[in-house]
């Protein structure tokens, strides 16, 4: 098979970019393993906090802590292996599965919890929060409940080789560069060692002293005095702009995702992006919504009162019970809130993604997804009566045939030879972190009823089902927010709190099964056997949960006047707060007023129902013209980025591009087998140089150890206005 062939397809790049064989004497259950993993867990929650409350969501990247820990294992290695203690401590050079087991226990507790933000949202909009115990074992339950439901799915979406988790490539390529004979892979380590090095240094300067790297947009330049340039063009500051046109010189805004997303997913993400353009500026001026009475970009609620040269925001604790339930005379009172065109665009499209996502699926990939519904077969259910069904304990499960083996996904094959984590493990999770989720929404007072909390259940099976295999195919993950919190709504009217509660257990549930799967995909490439994966993902769940809570504490009480205001700073923001918050208060407390028909935003919570047609056309058209490639249309990433520049700084959008197509169109089709060879080990080396250095910025300068130390203020950083220079809006006052 030639280089080109080894490209054309996801499922190849990952048997021929990545090494399919296995060397079971490495053992990965030593010291070093737990010393790191819960040393790294702690540290890297601690990050993932931060990171909640900054301008730009940024996630903490696998390959950062995959850096980290092999330095760090290094020193390690070099304890003196005398006596019983020596070898203990060191009982052999450090290994790929110890590597991996490190790796995957400190990036499960990389993810912030959303428990975290329902958590804070209560501290700064609501004034209460519950009992520092209830909100750790809070956080503990959401994070693991969708591990269980997961697991279960985990022949169905991980052991298949065409479910290839494109983000776990270059985690993978970097390992492997790391760990096999260093005369095989010495010009893939000089290609990561240079790319992190430059970018490591490269960085200091868009992050901290040139920040305006981040945003050069020569319209702005050229006229800085004009708020349509400053709503298309801006882009360099939080809720800024489109930033149309921007070229962005800072790594950790373009993101490693330019060089991993297969060329598909990227294709469709441009079309998205191209629509979205058009939408928001076409409501905007248009005046759809009252767009012109409130900020461009936001994601507050604000007052019927607005105006463009005032922007008034709502103020919702004036219209809400000591149950935090919603008084309909004080809300005539205050009068019914708007959102911004923009965001309320925003939900409508990701609703239209969300349920286009299901129709996609079962138009393109049934015969990939059927399985999942075996249990309702016939025989399952006559199974049901026959008492070694529930022998849990005593099952075993049958040998695969010769036909099977051939069949099989060649990495998981190799994963044979270890002992398989149970499905009953997966259930006794789901069923411990059920019970302490139930009693946690009681102790919360939330407001949320027992029979909701398993509706939430319900929902997030069927969502980690299709959005996983979405995840796996295209690298896309699709955000089912919305349709929950819609749900919750019609089920606990009134209630903004009990929403956020429901869309806690609801939503959060597939986001940690989502990531579940994941791993599972970068253990079987790395061939850990699955009982050291399941314990991974779980001990570093339970340090993320601690460090979570505590840091939000100390972050919420520190920047409370940031957080609630409308634009934040370039270090600081509460947007994602707001934005969760603003959908808890709409969707919770006043869905009828807002979502109804006959009211202002009638349209969308419709966009859940067109979402399931809109896939149709381009499915009819591809089965009437098979050779015009229709089927590589994707009409649930293009409908999610129709929404994509809602918040955030948006100048990278052009320059993630160009790495994007250089990346996945001009290296891989006319380069294969430099892509094969170095792609992934380029994006692992860009990638971990710029989360280091962030890491070492955010606590040496931006304020996160509690003081910042700004740079004297200069044309490279434009601190009196917009990073771009683009004009400032007049309305935020």
């Known amino acids: 098979m030639t280089a080109a062939e080894k490209v054309e397809k996801m499922e190849e790049i990952a048997l021929y970019a990545l090494h399919v064989e296995d060397d079971p004497s490495l053992n990965p259950w030593t010291f070093r393993v737990l010393f790191l993993g819960v040393g790294l867990s702690a540290f890297s929650s601690t990050l993932a906090t931060i990171y909640q ?11 950062f802590l995959c850096v980290i820990s092999y330095v760090l294992a290094l020193v390690l290695e070099r304890i003196p292996r005398w006596g019983v203690l020596g070898r203990w401590l060191n009982p052999h050079p450090f290994n790929s599965k110890e590597h991996v087991a490190i790796l995957i226990m400190s990036s499960t507790a990389a993810h912030s919890a959303m428990a975290v933000e329902v958590i804070a949202v209560q501290r700064l909009w609501y004034n209460s929060a519950p009992s520092a115990a209830v ?43 790391l760990h096999r004979k260093k005369y095989d892979t010495k010009p893939q380590l000089k290609i990561f060692y240079w790319a992190f090095g430059l970018i490591f240094i490269w960085e200091v300067f868009p992050e901290y002293i040139i920040p305006v790297l981040t945003a050069v947009n020569i319209f702005c330049l050229a006229k800085r005095d004009n708020m349509f340039f400053t709503y298309l063009f801006g882009g360099g500051n939080g809720n800024e702009g489109l930033g149309f046109l921007s070229l962005c010189f800072d790594f950790q805004y373009i993101g490693s995702g330019a060089l991993y997303l297969p060329l598909l997913t990227q294709w469709n993400t441009l079309i998205g992006y191209i629509l979205n353009l058009f939408v928001f500026m076409g409501l905007f001026y248009g005046n759809v919504w009252r767009a012109r009475d409130f900020p461009f970009l936001s994601q507050l609620l604000f007052s019927p009162s607005s105006n463009s040269s005032h922007y008034q925001t709502f103020n919702q604790t004036a219209v809400l019970r ?32 969300i349920t286009a996502t299901i129709t996609h699926l079962i138009l393109y990939n049934w015969n990939d997804l059927k399985s999942a519904w075996s249990f309702m077969s016939p025989e399952s259910l006559r199974n049901l009566g026959k008492a070694d069904t529930w022998k849990f304990w005593k099952s075993a499960p049958p040998e695969p045939t010769e036909e099977e083996l051939a069949q099989m996904d060649p990495h998981y094959r190799l994963m044979l030879r270890y002992k398989d984590a149970p499905d009953w493990w997966y259930g006794m999770l789901f069923i411990v972190s059920f019970v302490v989720g139930i009693i946690c929404i009681y102790k919360a007072e939330s407001g949320m009823t027992w029979w909701a909390f398993i509706i939430t259940m319900i929902l997030a099976t069927l969502m980690i089902l299709f959005t996983g295999a979405q995840l796996g195919l295209t690298g896309f993950r699709v955000p ?3 349709i929950i919190q819609m749900i919750g709504a019609y089920i606990e009217p009134g209630r903004p709190l009990t929403n956020m509660y429901f869309t806690l257990f609801g939503y959060n549930s597939v ?5 579940m799967l994941q791993d599972l995909k970068l253990g079987q490439y790395a061939k850990l056997s699955p009982r050291a994966t399941f314990t991974m993902q779980l001990m570093g769940t339970l340090v993320g949960a601690l460090i979570n809570y505590f840091i939000m504490i100390s972050i919420t009480d520190a920047q409370r006047e940031i957080l609630l205001s409308i634009q934040g700073t370039h270090i600081w923001s509460g947007a994602g707060l707001q934005s969760f918050n603003t959908q808890a208060v709409t969707w919770g407390g006043l869905s009828k007023h807002l979502y109804s028909w006959g009211q202002t935003y009638q349209w969308v919570p419709l966009g859940l129902v067109l979402g399931f047609a809109a896939p149709l056309p381009i499915y009819f058209l591809h089965r009437a013209f098979p050779k015009l490639g229709f089927d590589k249309l994707n009409v649930s990433i293009i409908s999610w980025h129709i929404g994509w520049l809602v918040t955030g700084i948006n100048s990278a959008i052009i320059s993630f591009f160009v790495v994007a197509f250089w990346s996945q169109y001009y290296l891989r089709r006319y380069k294969p087998e430099w ?14 140089g710029t989360q280091v250095i962030v890491f070492i910025l955010t606590f040496a300068v931006f304020g996160a150890s509690g003081n910042s130390v700004n740079f004297p203020n200069y044309w490279g950083n434009n601190g009196d206005g917009n990073l771009d220079y683009c004009m400032v809006d007049p309305g935020n006052g």
Request: glycine fraction near 8%; hydrophobic fraction near 45%.
């Open 53 to 63: 409350f900054k301008p730009q969501g940024i996630s903490l990247s696998a390959t």
């Open 135 to 177: 909100c750790i074992f809070l956080v503990f339950a959401s994070q693991t409940l969708g591990y269980g439901i997961a697991g279960l799915m985990r022949k169905i979406l991980v052991y298949p080789t065409k479910f290839v988790f494109p983000a776990n490539l270059p985690i993978m390529s970097l390992l492997e560069t």
């Open 322 to 353: 000591p149950d935090f339930s919603v008084d309909e005379d004080l809300l005539q009172k205050e009068g019914v809130p708007y959102m911004t065109a923009t965001f309320a665009s925003y939900v409508l499209t990701q609703n239209l993604a």
């Open 480 to 482: 089912v927010q919305p």
């Open 511 to 515: 986001g940690q099964g989502l990531l």
């Open 675 to 688: 892509f094969l060879k170095y792609n992934y080990v380029l994006c692992a080396g860009l990638d971990g």
